[in-house]
């Protein structure tokens, strides 16, 4: 073992409680009807880090211990006594453990497959809101801490190693980043896994899986992230999108009974998840992170019985027949009764040379966190007038040392929340630039140097500038639908009363009634959020469109 001491690593103490809570005699003996009672010897493992289908365990008697192992050395991290219960968030997902969990003396436990502790949290309130408050906090200090199954290596100012810091982070699961330009033992460490200098970013997965400059799917693959999912199995609902509107969808419909399948080709939580702060959702007065928000929804999702896969695209969407199916990658298509598209749409690309050569190396479509460590006490551009890029000018405001807020048109009034605005007008960090374009981004490896122009003078500035923002329009992510359903003029997706009778009759509409509000010209196919025509782009009405479309799927599936 390490020279740690148990709970050192976990030394909040105020939280303890509600990490590693004690459950009463009463409440064990409610359960134990649920679970299989089980005999562990002294030194025998219950299950490693990386075990399919580690199961649930509460300590009835004796004691268990959760283990760190590392190549440097085992890290205690505390010991579970009678009442004390074993897991974290990963569980409910049927992911892969990270830590080892053995018998220092002779143990008796309750336990349970994850489908008897999804049964569990989500018919006795009481016991659920204990499991699933541990099981969060637990994530939260494994993320803080940097125990988790994957180690990052890289240079902060590779593009590469900020995307798979990005994917990581949005997606919530605990990493260790080792710094290729600072951190003294990374030669020893490249050295023991053979690898190369040249060959970075690395991810080393599992402790021993060595991924050369991964993509995201590759990641999630070795991670796990995805395997407990049986993707033959024909789904109730197949929500495409988990941004706010598809996490609202699978929030409703699994809590409803509804076998639900949601797909996402990054992260939840959508163009939303990238918000620094949101201000003006319901029931969050001092505002809340869009990446909060979405952890939050999905774990609440996967709570009540929805899967949900990561790193995955639909590529399209089978609409002839008596069934639908979505494609995805270039793999098999998932058949479901029911579609909700919540695919969203991505900020526009601005049409300026050398852009794919510094995207993630001083070029940003997202104001988190992450991104803000790269700029602190520099000056950046936010390019935006909404209000994505009013949340990242006020966020950046904070480390920054001065935020550069360009605009095409004269004022905010007209596309950004008043708050925001004024949030912009008070902080001297900030300065705001109308009638301006960005017009050249200049650099070798990093962006060194922008110009911008005036576009009433006609002027062009130069800027010794190496951080850029673009929160510039919306395209949608409509092109797996092509050949399925009406699309409006911009390529979203059009639903209800703003499908034309021309529409309906071009997608031979075979019934009787007119499609539902969010039914697009497909029956059983909806369209909810940012992908759909005339929405808000609002998270609260792409939540609440999310919740309205299951209330249509039911009675679709009842038809």
Known sequence: ?????????????????????????????????????RQIEPGQVAYEPGTEDAPFLVVVAGQLQLVRPSATGDTLITALVSGQFTGEANMLAGQRPTVRVLATQAAEVLQFTRAQLLALVQTDAELGEILMRAFILRRDELI?????????????????????????????????????????DVQELLDRFGVAVEDVPVVICRGHIVLRNPTNEQIA???????????????DVMVVGAGPAGLAAAVYGASEGLDVLVLDSHAPGGQAGSSSR?????????????????????????????????????????????????????????PARTVIVASGAEYRQPTLANLAQFEGAGVYH????????????????????GNAA??????????????????????????????????IEESPAIVLHSHVDLVALE???????????????????????????????????????????????????KTGTDLSQADLVAAHWPLTRAPFV??????????????????????????????????????VLQQ
Request: aromatic letters at 6%; glycine letters at 10%.
């Open 278 to 334: 949101i201000e003006n959702y319901l029931g969050f007065p001092t505002g809340i992170s869009g990446q909060e928000l979405a952890s939050r929804a999905y774990v609440q999702a996967q709570k009540f019985g929805a899967e949900i896969m990561i790193a995955k695209t639909a590529t399209q969407l089978s609409c002839h027949g008596q069934r639908y199916a979505v494609r995805i990658d270039d793999g098999p298509s998932v």
């Open 144 to 184: 803080a801490r940097g125990f988790g199954d994957a180690v990052l290596v890289g240079s902060l100012h590779s593009s590469g190693a900020l995307r798979i810091k990005e994917f990581l982070t949005r997606n919530g699961h605990p990493y260790a980043f080792v710094d290729l330009d600072r951190d003294p």
């Open 366 to 385: 997202g104001a988190t966190f992450v991104e803000s460590q790269l700029c602190s006490r520099e000056e950046v551009i936010v390019v935006g007038g």
């Open 390 to 423: 009013g949340q990242a000018a006020v966020f950046l405001a904070r480390t920054a040392s001065r935020v550069h807020v360009l605009i095409r048109s004269d004022g905010l009034a007209a596309t950004m929340s008043r708050y925001l605005i004024r949030r």
């Open 443 to 493: 650099g070798d490896a990093h962006l060194e140097h922008v110009q911008w122009r005036h576009n009433i003078t006609g002027v062009v500035e130069a800027h010794d500038i190496r951080h850029v923002f673009f929160m510039i329009g919306a395209v949608p992510n409509t092109r797996w639908l092509e050949g399925c359903v009406a699309l409006d003029s911009k390529g979203f997706v």
């Open 221 to 235: 693959d070795c991670l796990g992230l995805n395997e407990a999912i049986d993707q033959t199995r024909v789904r």
């Open 518 to 555: 969010l039914e697009t010209s497909l029956p059983g196919v909806f369209a909810v959020g940012d992908v759909r025509s005339g929405s808000m782009n609002r998270v609260a009405s792409a939540v609440g469109e999310g919740a309205g479309a299951v209330a249509l799927v039911h009675q």
């Open 1 to 37: 073992m390490s020279d740690a001491s148990p709970l050192t690593l976990l030394n909040r103490e105020s939280r303890l409680d509600h990490i590693f809570p004690t459950l009463s005699s009463e409440q064990i003996a409610r359960i134990s009807a649920h679970g299989t009672k």
